[in-house]
């Protein structure tokens, strides 16, 4: 917009010198013969106007921008909805684990008396044992039957017997080791000393 009026503005402005160099006054003429005629009055021609430059200008346009529409957003009215109660959920106690309770084994019942055991029969003759029992151990043990024909066997019945009682008691068991030179009279004392045991419930 700014360029087309100065271009207007330099057109007409060159248009009005080009009239004004165009224009050429009328020369004067001077008689010298002696008559100065054209001296009188109306002798010099009346200037004429110089034609005044109008400037053209062109119609201003100005160029109004298109307004932008403005969206309308379509509001809806916001009801104030109550909160929902927040009720309080009672938690439920935990259960609590169940611990299995230890089964203590009873304690073995002790056993406390005095026990024989059955008749052993050897070559030389019968041998039977006693033996006396506290918490659960032989504390004494005794012969009631041993061989006894000869001088022979009551010398070996007077050595074994002790030896065989001490084992015994040592032991609190059958796990005895007999006596040497007198394997008859150990085998007989082991075999009712097994059955004095059982009866006993050892």
């Not at 029992?133 to 006894?148: F, H, T």
Request: glycine share 10%; proline share 11%.
């Amino acid at each position: 917009m700014g360029a087309t009026k100065a271009t207007l503005i330099v057109v007409g402005t060159l248009g009005g010198l080009g009239a004004v160099l165009a224009y050429s006054p009328p020369h004067q003429s001077l008689n010298l013969g002696g008559n100065l005629k054209g001296l009188g009055g109306g002798g010099v021609p009346s200037s004429t106007p110089t034609p005044t430059q109008t400037e053209s200008t062109a119609p201003t346009v100005v160029s109004t921008p298109a307004a932008t529409p403005t969206p309308t957003v379509a509001t809806t009215p916001v009801k104030n909805t109550p909160a929902p109660k927040q009720t309080a959920v009672k938690s439920k106690p935990k259960p609590k684990p169940v611990v299995p309770k230890k089964t203590v084994p009873p304690a073995p019942k002790l056993i406390n008396g005095t026990f024989s055991g059955a008749t052993s029969q050897t070559v030389y003759g019968p041998v039977q044992v006693q033996i006396d029992v506290k918490d659960s151990k032989i504390v004494a043990a005794r012969a009631l039957q041993l061989p006894s024909g000869t001088p022979l066997d009551a010398q070996i019945d007077a050595q074994a017997v002790p030896i065989l009682v001490s084992e015994t008691v040592a032991a609190s068991s059958s796990d005895i080791q007999g006596v040497s030179g007198a394997s008859y009279t150990s085998q007989g004392w082991y075999d009712s000393l097994v059955s004095a045991l059982a009866n006993a419930g050892l």
